[in-house]
């Protein structure tokens, strides 16, 4: 049987102790919620730089295929008279729906794919929105934070085109729209752009 001591004392954690073991679980806890939060914010960095790098390449992709479908129009002028072998212009022009001047800023999107022209009106909208997967200009029915635009070099009659596809997760308001289009878009301004300069083939 224990007896009681009333001269035993019991041991007990201090203030100071408790009070310096809740700081230390507290940093703990700030340190790993922190880096949590850190790479969250890193993943979704990462994410949209590989979506608008996508977009951006599908810019320059959809014009290159808009001449090769001009091109291959040139192959059936051929077959039926004309001498596409000797000349580029009219019907055996790749470029002929292609865009006159210096900097077109164009809105070119998956359904200018299917249609030879190329929309470039003189303010375009760059925003992209969602329809059944698909990144398009056409305002439904959800809007992104994506933003891009297609500038297209090409004087009427010459066999090259230059092509700049520029992609941003963030309105890029004029930025984008000016002769300072490549100094601005860099990852910092969270933008992307690759460029072709396009040729005809025979």
Known sequence: MNQYHPRQRLKAFTIVEVLLSAFLLVVGILTVMSLFSAAHRNSSDTRNVIIATALAQEGVELVRNIRDNNSAYRVTNWTTGDNCSTSLTGNCDPFRYFPNGTNQHCTVSHHSSYRANIPCPASPSTQLYLNAGMYSHTASPTPTRFHRLVKIDHNSGSDTARVQSFATWQNP????????????????????YTELLLSHWK
């Open 173 to 192: 308001g004029s930025n984008l729209n000016n002769n300072g289009a490549v100094a601005w878009c860099t990852l910092n301004n969270r933008c992307v």
